[in-house]
């Protein structure tokens, strides 16, 4: 009996993840974590090195928090 209540709550944790992860648009983060790749790929990215280092930062913390999402879920 206990397995199958800790299933069941297992269960219900994972669909509160579930829809977490709708409120904390782990989708837009995705495409926002694209499009800051690519801008880092263009040849004028470090024309600028503060405003550059900004954009790797932000990128670096983008992938931080949806790694730790992803973390949570599996």
Known sequence: FELEQ???EL???QKS???LGIHFDTE??????EELENKASEPDFWNDPEKSQAVLKHLKQLKTKLGRFQQLES
Not at 28 to 33: A, K, P, Q, S, T
């Open 6 to 8: 800790f299933e069941s």
């Open 17 to 19: 993840l579930c829809d």
């Open 11 to 13: 269960g219900d944790l």
């Open 28 to 33: 837009g983060i995705r495409n926002l974590i």
